[in-house]
């Protein structure tokens, strides 16, 4: 079946724009999060969507950073006011309820100019 | 501060030699995952080891976990170029959450 999608696949904004980056997670995935990549660097976790309970954003960096996801499936992680050092790349996953495996989505490289 | 950490940073080998990778972290954790990162893009799962195993196999995969020294290593046996990719480990704590390393880049060379 479908993977994890992801649009756009690359996005280039000037510096104080607002982006929408989408996912969309495996059909019947329960779980959905999002990370960000910098250049050479491991996963780091902003946001995490688990069914209906309220979302974990624990790791969401500052207040321009806001996700949801409507429905149980689809979300969208919007970043306000670009700075440059939100160029990365964000990767979406999601997972099936009380499965630890996470399946990755290809990713939107961000790139904030 | 960061659960995972993998060792060594970069990794280059011949085709056909056994590639290992190691991994540390700091808290319990309720599983540790390998997962495979071609060209900066999205990362495939490779392997998942529970805190109560010792060692797992897939294919020419091989996992090993000590959480008494809190580490973890990735062996790759008969290494080919197709395996040239960055390995990340994920430490996996019992909320579902799970916490990246660094990576090590592999580099195998034909």
């Known amino acids: 079946g479908a993977g994890v999608s992801q649009s756009p696949s690359n996005k280039v904004t000037e510096k104080g724009k607002d982006v929408e980056l989408r996912c969309d997670p495996i059909?019947?995935?329960?779980?959905l999060y999002w990370y960000r990549q910098s250049l050479g660097q491991g996963l780091e976790f902003l946001i995490y969507?688990?069914?209906?309970?309220?979302?974990?954003k624990s790791g969401l960096p500052s207040d321009r950073f806001s996700a949801e996801r409507t429905g149980g499936s689809v979300s969208t992680l919007t970043i306000q006011r670009t700075q440059q050092e939100d160029s990365a790349v964000y990767l979406c996953?999601?997972?099936?309820?009380?499965?630890?495996?996470?399946?990755f989505g290809p990713g939107t490289r961000l790139l904030v100019l | 501060s960061q659960q995972g950490e993998e060792d060594p940073q970069a990794l280059s080998i011949q085709e056909g030699e056994n590639a290992t990778m190691n991994c540390s972290y700091k808290?319990?954790?309720?599983?540790l995952q390998w997962y495979r990162q071609n060209s900066g893009r999205g990362l495939v799962h490779l392997i998942l080891?529970?805190?109560?195993?010792r060692e797992k196999h897939s294919g020419r995969l091989r996992v090993t976990l000590d959480t008494s020294k809190k580490s973890s290593s990735l062996l790759i046996t008969a290494s080919r170029a197709a395996d040239t990719a960055s390995y990340f480990c994920?430490?996996?704590?019992?909320?579902?959450?799970?916490?990246f390393g660094k990576g090590t880049l592999l580099t195998v060379n034909p």
């Open positions: 808290t319990s954790i309720n599983n």
């Open positions: 080891i529970r805190s109560n195993e």
């Open positions: 059909s019947g995935h329960t779980a």
């Open positions: 994920a430490a996996g704590g019992s909320n579902y959450k799970l916490t």
């Open positions: 969507f688990q069914g209906n309970s309220a979302p974990d």
């Open positions: 996953a999601s997972s099936p309820q009380q499965i630890e495996t996470q399946y």
